[in-house]
């Protein structure tokens, strides 16, 4: 059995980026990331780049008690979080995440996704991403991670696919 007590907000290092706790007086920082719209064109949320729809967005993250700020050298370049923790599946959930553009293109996001997998797994044996049917660039992204194909849900109205990496086979 895992360790109940799942840390959220660690400060994590890799090898190009450091994930951080999100503050709640961070907004602008992190606005200025997400008002572009192409980050969002795929996405079923794609009014996101509008300041009074990400305003919702970043209440969300703060309430949610697991989003953080993605940095590079210091500079904001995206957001992610952990949510949905499910101990009696050994299960927690990483969403909700987006990049600059000018960070999109692999090296990125899988060192962002390897450490927050590795942080995971010190608590559980399986994490899951829930992604919009039609976000094709961030399938693609968690398929060279190895995630597997293992559902489809419907979160607010818009269908999802459900990926799945497991702890045995994700490989460190």
Known sequence: MK?????????????????????????????AVASDPLIWELHPQRERYKKEVFE????????????????????????????????????????????????????????????????????VDNVIFEIGVNNLRSRRAIEKLGGRLTGHVDLDGTPHVVYTITKSSFNF
């Open 3 to 31: 360790n109940q007590n799942f840390d959220f907000q660690p400060t994590l290092t890799g090898e190009l980026l450091k994930v951080r706790p999100l503050k709640s007086n961070e907004f602008d920082l992190l606005f």
């Open 56 to 123: 919702k967005f970043f209440e969300l993250a703060i309430k949610s008690g697991g989003a953080f700020v993605i940095e590079e050298s210091g500079k904001a370049v995206g957001s992610s979080r952990y949510y949905d923790y499910r101990p009696e599946l050994s299960q927690v959930a990483i969403g909700y995440t987006f990049l600059a553009r000018a960070y999109w293109g692999g090296l990125y996001n899988c060192d962002l996704k390897r450490i927050m997998l590795l942080h995971a797994f010190k608590f």
